[in-house]
């Protein structure tokens, strides 16, 4: 059996690869027990998108949300959060953006390759900012991004999450997983 990483690893990896290890542990468990209140809202905020309704909205009958997408060449799957048929414009919507890291961008180049792969055609590409209602504009990926992502892919499936050490303690200070994890001493900062 193939298997495949959720393209949301991504983005987790960059910010502590140990965070997708204990989003495995606690994957199976209600989101209540670890998700915290940043987290929460953005989650609120991606509700309307995951739960749209072509039937009960007609009026966006052009645009698909929440779908799922799968890459078999780079051994992804995720969900998108708008591709705008007419327009073959593909959006990527956080809560609020202040600062475009790249582990956003492997998410948004993992949706549009696996878009392509599966036949859709893409003229642009944008992250949002739901918070403060701004556009991103990003660049088509190439042949270097690719394989950019393409490495970091790998380095995730071959990562060594056992000898693992995270030298930076405000990333867990920011951590949904701080009080869980076996990592670090430091509570995060939303209890
Ligand atoms: S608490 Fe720190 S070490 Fe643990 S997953 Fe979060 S950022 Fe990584």
């Known amino acids: 059996m ?7 690893y991504l983005n987790d990896f960059v910010f502590c690869p140990y965070s997708i290890y204990l989003h495995q542990v606690f994957d199976n468990n209600s989101e209540d027990l670890y998700s915290a209140k940043p987290q929460l809202q953005g989650k609120i905020a991606h509700k309307d998108i995951d739960e749209f309704d072509e039937d009960t909205e007609p009026t966006k009958e052009t645009t698909l949300k929440g779908i799922y997408v799968i ?38 180049w993992s949706q549009y390759f696996a878009l392509i792969e599966m036949g859709y055609p893409i003229h642009a590409l944008y992250f949002y900012s739901i918070r403060d209602e701004k556009y991103f504009d990003v660049p088509i990926p190439s042949e270097k991004e690719y394989n950019e992502l393409r490495t970091h892919i790998r380095h995730i499936a071959w ?18 997983y701080a009080s869980l994890c076996d990592k670090t001493q430091q509570d995060h900062v939303y209890t």
């Not at 193939?2 to 949301?8: N, Q």
């Open 2 to 8: 193939e298997t495949f990483l959720p393209i949301t």
């Open 71 to 108: 890459s078999m060449k780079l051994g992804i799957y995720g969900k998108i959060d708008t591709y705008y048929t007419k327009e073959k414009k593909l959006v990527e919507s956080k809560y609020q953006i202040t600062t475009i890291y790249r582990g956003y961008y492997y998410q948004l």
């Open 159 to 176: 990562f060594d999450f056992d000898t693992f050490t995270q030298t930076n303690l405000k990333k867990c200070m920011h951590c949904i």
